[in-house]
């Protein structure tokens, strides 16, 4: 959605928002082997997908701004691009990072209402996309989330 002079990044979101619900769809009624299990042909697992674009979000958006991200570091070093999964996810993680997907969006939408997003750090994505500003940086996540959900739809097929 492109945005007019008048318009706030707020109104991105709720496509985000409606990835996270498909995504929480996609992990429903799995089995906890079938989210931490790696398919034959691919480097990383569904648990891994969904927590990264949790991680990518508040990278994106809050660290790029100067601002501290409103997950917990040990989520970011585990999710962050450049990672892999390295150990099996608990049932309670899983449960935490459905919550934290619906969570992040909420608080990020309060914080853009108030303002909090004054300053961006400029970031050449590995996409090819240079990010500029924060309204640049959520519609390129929206992207990136919608992305690793069709990778995760592939996962899925896999198991």
Same mark, same amino acid.
Do not use: C
């Given at each position: ?7 706030? %990044? #707020? ?12 995504? #929480? ?11 931490? /299990? +790696? %398919? ?13 674009? #949790? ?13 501290? %991200?409103? +997950?917990?570091?040990? +989520? ?12 099996? /996810? ?22 853009? *209402? ?7 750090? *400029?970031? %050449? ?12 940086? #959520?519609?390129?996540?929206?992207? /990136?989330?919608?992305? /690793? ?11």
């Amino acid at each position: 959605m492109l945005l007019t002079k008048n318009e706030t %990044p #707020i109104m991105n979101l709720s496509t985000t928002r409606q990835t996270r619900s498909n995504f #929480i769809r996609l992990l429903s009624g799995l089995s906890l082997e079938a989210v931490n /299990h +790696i %398919p034959e042909g691919f480097n990383n697992n569904l648990i891994w997908n969904f927590g990264h674009i #949790i991680a990518t979000q508040q990278l994106l958006t809050y660290s790029l701004s100067g601002l501290e %991200p409103q +997950i917990n570091e040990d +989520i970011l070093a585990t999710f962050r691009k450049g990672t892999k999964p390295e150990k099996v /996810h608990t049932t309670a993680e899983l449960e935490g990072l459905k919550r934290l997907a619906l969570t992040t969006l909420e608080q990020l939408e309060a914080d853009l *209402s108030a303002g909090l997003f004054k300053t961006f750090e *400029s970031y %050449p994505t590995s996409y090819g996309v240079e990010l500029t500003n924060i309204e640049e940086a #959520i519609a390129f996540n929206g992207l /990136h989330e919608a992305l /690793h959900l069709g990778y995760a739809m592939a996962l899925k097929r896999a198991l």
